[in-house]
């Protein structure tokens, strides 16, 4: 017996009846139609909120009372925005809602049946055994998934699922069995779809597009904690359009991230696993990558400007040659150059000692002018690899005298011949080659009688020497100190104080690639059993801005030969590090970077205005000190865009170091194949 | 008696629950400030800067250490959800959970044998190793660049929002110095409006 409404225009229609139960005015029913849409009990639904992401809920219970008007009783759904502030850290999936549990405020509200928008698909993707599993056709037609309860009363969240939940039935609550069939979507729905469209370009045809869709919805919608969102919108638009350097940190790790995963559509990379306010942040990712197909070319040409007009940046160019298919000159040059580099790496393993010397240059700015002259020079000889070969490593090797007191410029030739004959080219075996070299230069032509030598005086040197010297060894404490370093009749300075004094004296050396669970006693064992010098080593701190997967430790040695030793040693060798378990990694050292003399550096973020005015105490005292902001004043919104940036931050440096593992990872493989060689 | 080494560490790793790692701190924050700062949310047992020794690392950062555990999360739970501003407005404080690697002095994880070995230059993965040297270096580099981009980005929006405060200042001083100038009573009267909001 169906019910047919007077009011044709609404284009609504009850379907079928209920029992009237209690309450004899009020006529319930199971279902109905409206606006062509069949909407039953049980099924979730958009609720129309002005301006802002729809409510999502669950009907269940609607009627018609005597006047005519119709209700509705929603269940709700919540949104990770809404409950932000319970959720904290807590991961939410990009589609995810919440199904509100507990008595009181939010649970359920009952609303007039004209405010339903849509239809909404939600599907219950709990583990739980009551729970029809969802296929992964419903999956992708989904709207939205949960999995878990909020509870309004005590704020918690779990995702185990009681017999009752919220006064419902469980069976209510899990995906309706798959003999029945939910309604099919509605126009709405699909309205929503198509809105979004129109910021999408045109290849968006995976599987993440209909998951992304309504997180697009929330994407537009006024957040309630974001008070100034429109001058945020606007902002973004500034950022994409005419802010390059902006772009170029993006740029960066969006085509790293290309690098790393050409399959997935770059708009998506970001998309998964995000507490709510990092939305915005989103937004402005896919603005940005929306933008970057029209001004590409713009970005393009700005890592090439960079390179242009500072030789610094050897990670500039790394990033032009492997992304940019660009034909300019300039680019071939820098990526020759860059092949040069790679090509010596290939061939001995001498050149990290050049490689280490370019990146010195380029990254910690001293001795640029000589440096980037000889790379300068470089650039012009590129033109056969077997030219390279000689001449650059010439070069190059001129710079190491730089380095080394005691080996002097014959080392040039050695070098090269023990290049050509043999691969082992340890730092003693030069040095004792060196000074024979030397004696036997005079007569004979250099290259002919150091390789007569070498042969046996490497076989000399290696039946004895190469066992011991490349045979693992423990490291435990090391003997006492002799010395106390060097003095016990004074107080060890604070390690600042010794910090800057080694800096100018020459003697600290900072270490990579440590693993992190190495304290700075161990790192002084190792540098004792492997170079047997005395150090003060200290681990470096973590912070959020630095590498996550080693350590880096600062070693303060006793002379500024001990470092330099120190360097030459671990550039020219490798010294394979492990903490017990398998994994070997080898050990980098570089010059310690400049160390910082004042400790006020420039801090952004903090404004002042000059008021000429007197400022009573009051206004003094309040500023020394902390305070939340009141949401509706202006350093309130200051401060949210704050946070934007530095959630913005986080994210880049997430990716910049994501992707700087994975290629470490490559790297590494090649490794782990490898076992402790018994000498 | 001494504690074994694995109850040093676990006790450590109790210290690190309870405490909060807070960085965009002014260079002029002081222990004092910091501790009167979070004093608000419960009782602050220890405050440790992380030095910071290079020109080229430009975080101000402390470890707070709290007397519970929960004390440590509602607090980040705050300050994400509102933004502190300690010595200074507008840029806020960001408050993290510490981790064990942020700590100055650590004790030993677990008796470990460390095992080292400088590599035969003929062993196949030398070139590896010295592959995963130089990428270590160049990864070094691309970081410090990214600092520095970083900052330009703080620097930027500094002086935007300067210039947005100098702007908007300027224009209530205008307001209010026009309110107390005769000229705009005298245009209120003669409109027939009332000049103040009560």
């Known amino acids: 017996m169906e019910k047919v409404d007077e009011n044709a225009s609404l284009d609504f229609k009850w379907l079928k009846k209920r029992d009237v139960g209690k309450c004899k005015e009020l006529q319930f029913y199971e279902s109905f139609i409206l606006y062509g849409v069949k909407y039953m009990l049980y099924d979730c639904v958009y609720m129309y909120k002005s301006l802002r992401v729809p409510y999502i809920g669950k009907l269940i219970n609607m009627w018609e009372c005597p006047d005519k008007t119709r209700k509705v009783e929603v269940h709700w759904f919540l949104h990770p925005e809404e409950i932000s502030k319970w959720l904290g850290n807590t991961i939410t999936l990009e589609n995810e809602i919440l199904f509100a549990i507990g008595e009181g405020l939010g649970l359920a509200n009952i609303n007039p049946l004209e405010a339903i928008v849509g239809l909404c698909h939600v599907v219950c993707t709990s583990k739980d055994n009551r729970n029809p599993q969802p296929s992964d056709d419903q999956l992708k037609e989904a709207d939205y998934i949960f999995y878990r309860t909020f509870n309004v009363q005590s704020h918690a969240i779990s995702d185990k699922m009681d017999d009752k939940v919220g006064g419902l039935e469980i069976k209510c609550i899990f995906n309706r069995e798959k003999s029945e069939k939910l309604s099919p979507l509605l126009e709405s729905t699909s309205v929503a779809k198509e809105e979004n469209q129109n910021i999408f370009t045109s290849n968006d045809t995976q599987q993440l597009l209909t998951k992304s869709i309504p997180y697009k919805l929330k994407d537009h919608a006024k957040e309630p904690q974001n008070k100034d969102n429109p001058s945020l919108l606007n902002r973004n638009t500034n950022f994409t359009g005419t802010d390059e350097s902006q772009d170029r940190p993006m740029k960066k790790i969006n085509s790293g991230v290309k690098c790393v995963e050409p399959g997935v559509s770059r708009r998506f990379e970001k998309m998964t696993d995000m507490p709510s306010m990092k939305s915005m942040a989103d937004k402005v990712d896919i603005r940005e990558r929306n933008k970057r197909p029209a001004g590409s070319e713009k970005l393009y040409h700005q890592p090439l400007k960079k390179l242009k007009s500072d030789d610094k940046n050897p990670p500039q160019e790394k990033r032009v040659e492997l992304k940019v298919a660009h034909d300019s000159k300039r680019f071939k040059e820098i990526s020759t150059k860059k092949l040069a580099v790679d090509s010596k790496l290939r061939n001995e393993g001498k050149s990290p000692a050049d490689v280490n010397n370019i990146k010195a240059s380029g990254t910690y700015g001293t001795n640029q002018e000589p440096r980037n002259s000889k790379i300068s020079a470089k650039v012009p000889s590129d033109d056969l690899e077997g030219k390279i070969f000689k001449k650059t490593r010439d070069e190059g090797s001129f710079k190491v005298p730089d380095n080394k007191m005691d080996i002097n410029t014959h080392v040039g030739d050695s070098v090269a011949v023990c290049k050509g004959k043999s691969k082992s080219g340890t730092a003693l075996d030069i040095i004792g080659n060196n000074k024979e070299a030397k004696v036997h230069n005079a007569g004979e032509s250099k290259k002919e009688a150091s390789a007569n030598r070498l042969p046996k005086v490497s076989a000399i040197l290696t039946d004895k020497d190469k066992e011991n010297m490349y045979r693992e060894f423990v490291v435990k404490r090391k003997p006492p100190r002799p010395n106390a370093e060097s003095s016990g009749w004074f107080m060890p300075l604070p390690w600042e104080e010794r910090l800057k004094n080694a800096y100018n004296k020459g003697t600290a050396v900072l270490l990579y690639n440590l693993d992190p669970d190495y304290s700075s006693s161990e790192v002084e064992d190792i540098i004792w059993y492997a170079f047997k010098e005395m150090c003060v080593a200290k681990i470096l701190q973590h912070t959020p801005v630095s590498r996550p997967h080693y350590a880096q430790a600062l070693v303060l040695l006793e002379t500024k030969q001990a470092a330099e030793r120190v360097l030459t040693k671990l550039d020219e060798q490798c010294l394979m590090l492990s903490n017990g378990s398998q994994i070997f990694m080898p050990l980098v050292g570089t010059p310690c970077p400049p160390i910082s003399k004042e400790k006020n550096f420039k801090f952004f973020g903090h404004l002042a205005i000059d008021k000429p005015r007197l400022k009573n105490q009051h206004e003094n005292e309040a500023v020394s000190t902390s305070h939340f902001p009141q949401p509706n004043t202006i350093e309130y919104d200051m401060a949210m865009e704050w946070c934007f940036l530095q959630l913005k931050s986080v994210k880049w440096w997430d990716t910049f170091y994501k992707h700087q593992g994975t290629e470490l990872e490559n790297l590494e493989k090649g490794l782990k194949k490898q076992c402790i060689k018994d000498s | ?198």
Not at chain 2, 16 to 31: A, F, G, H, M
Not at chain 2, 128 to 151: D, G, R, S, Y
Not at chain 2, 165 to 181: D, F, P, Q, T
Request: charged share 30%; glycine share 2%.
């Open chain 2, 1 to 198: 008696m001494e504690p074994s080494v694995e109850e040093k560490y676990a006790e450590f790793e109790q210290r690190v629950k309870r405490t909060i790692y807070i960085d965009n701190l002014s260079p002029q924050v002081t222990e004092e400030v910091l501790k009167k700062a979070l004093n608000q949310f419960g009782n602050v047992k220890d405050v440790e800067f992380i030095p910071t020794y290079f020109k080229s690392c430009k975080v101000n950062a402390a470890l707070v250490e709290m007397e519970s555990v929960k004390q440590a999360e509602d607090i980040i739970l705050e300050m994400s959800d509102s933004p502190l501003m300690i010595s200074g407005m507008p840029r806020p404080v960001r408050a993290l959970k510490a981790q064990a690697e942020m700590f100055d002095e650590r004790p030993k994880k677990q008796q470990k044998r460390i095992v080292c070995y400088w590599m035969d230059p003929s062993h196949q993965n030398f070139e590896v190793a010295n592959k995963i040297k130089t990428l270590v270096k160049k990864h070094a580099a691309e970081a410090a660049f990214l600092m520095e981009q970083q900052e330009l980005e703080e620097q930027k929006l500094h002086n935007q929002q300067l210039e947005t405060l100098k702007v908007n200042h300027r224009k209530y001083e205008l307001i209010v110095g026009a309110e107390k100038e005769e000229s705009v009573k005298k245009l209120a009267t003669r409109y027939g409006t009332k000049l103040s909001d009560y």
